[in-house]
């Protein structure tokens, strides 16, 4: 591989501590991620030890309020710090924006009592935390899910399961979305369950295509015991605050698939101009320097929506088709361009050797969290040509 340096990224950043934050971002993630990244993943090693740097860094709380150890950083900036620490380890990058997704029904919804009594410790005393909606046989249509909460007392006694959680089995806490009353999205309520919990345990990480290091288990709660003082919101909000996550959350998978992607452009761009057949670089080529330059595109105008749809949130004016938007254009990109770079390097493309074989296996998972893609589409449908008759 050549010795050529990736181009940095050219950012526009609102402040000068925005900056410093990002070059601090770039510091940690090429001397503590970079190193060992390929080889961890290969052995499926969860890098603990990397959260809780970026926990003491400050840096698992950009976007909250600092009068409870957040960041005071707008999305436009948290985002991009989530796209360069994808572009070094996708472990890393979605595993803060889940950390962030998990914080935020307490962030935004839970009680002043309850943000200053949790909300510290969760943004920057070393913890991580994992976000529980989706359940075996309820995915797409989260309405459905079946875990439940019995109220008894003062507590709420918690069964059922959860699946496809990011950091199941190895969270601190855990933002569970389970069901207080009826049928449908009017009956479920959000609770934050400390990790240790008796009666929860988590089942063996699945044995996924890529992300080896980033561990998803089912979890199973048995008569898990919750104080009612931990349950966030009213009784029956729980759909409500889950959906406002989930939009957030989508932000930070198209800045992750955007991370991904740049980096299969910079290793393609290295290759190609390294690699030489019939006498020259084969980046003199034309088929691969018009591959190579749509792929810069695409990258291009992913960050851009990104971007754009996180400054809509910025401002206070809601952003679900952006987000739903960017999460489906960026994810579908880093998907294109991580195939382009395998096509790039050729045989060597194909090896455990390079990263872009990584980096396309990774690229996929991006287009299924947080809502498939065929889920973006519906709702960005339904904001441009209103709902479904039925």
């Known amino acids: 591989m050549s010795d050529r340096a990736p181009q940095q990224v050219e950012r ?118 994992a976000y529980c909606l989706s359940e075996p046989s309820s995915g797409s249509d989260a309405a459905a899910l079946r875990t439940r909460a019995v109220r008894d007392g003062e507590d709420w006694v918690i069964t059922g399961t959860k699946a496809w959680i990011t950091h199941g089995g190895v969270a601190d806490f855990y933002t569970v979305l389970a069901r207080t009353g009826e049928e449908g999205p009017k009956g479920i309520t959000a609770f934050l369950v400390p990790g240790d919990a008796p009666g929860l345990t988590a089942a063996a990480p699945e044995k996924k295509m890529g992300m080896k290091g980033s561990p998803t288990a089912q979890l199973h709660f048995d008569g898990v015991r919750v104080p009612d003082a931990r349950r966030i919101g009213e009784e029956g909000q729980g759909f409500t605050i ?44 034309q088929g691969l320097r018009f591959l190579l330059a749509d792929m810069a595109t695409r990258i291009e105008a992913g960050r851009a929506l990104y971007l754009e749809a996180a400054r809509v949130r910025d401002a ?34 194909y090896t455990a050797d390079f990263p872009v074989e990584r980096l396309m296996r990774e690229a996929k998972a991006l287009q299924i969290v947080e809502g498939t893609n065929q889920i973006q589409r519906m709702v960005i449908a339904r904001q441009v040509v209103g709902p479904e008759s039925r």
């Open 316 to 349: 206070g004016r809601p952003f679900a088709k952006q987000a739903a938007m960017a999460k489906l254009f960026c994810s579908d990109a880093a998907m294109q361009v991580t195939i382009d770079a395998v096509q790039v390097l050729g045989g060597y493309g």
């Open 12 to 129: 526009r950043l609102p402040t000068d501590e925005a900056r410093d934050l990002l070059a601090l971002v770039r510091e940690i993630a090429q001397r503590e991620i970079a190193p060992g990244a390929a080889e961890e993943e290969a052995a499926g090693h969860f890098p603990r030890e990397v959260f809780a740097l970026l926990s003491d860094a400050g840096l698992l709380a950009l976007p909250y309020d600092s009068a409870y150890g957040g960041g005071d950083q707008p999305y436009e900036v948290y985002l991009q710090m989530l796209e360069e620490l994808a572009a070094v380890r996708l472990t890393v990058g979605l595993g803060v924006s889940v950390h962030t997704l998990s914080c935020h029904a307490l962030a935004h919804f839970g009680g002043k009592d309850q943000r200053a009594a949790h909300l510290p410790a969760m943004l920057g005393g070393g913890l991580l935390g």
């Open 242 to 285: 889950a959906l406002a996550a989930l939009d957030s959350g989508r932000l930070g998978i198209a800045a992750c698939a955007v991370g991904v992607a740049q980096a299969a452009l910079d290793a393609a761009v290295a290759y190609a101009t390294d690699r030489r057949q019939f006498g020259r670089p084969i980046a003199d080529f």
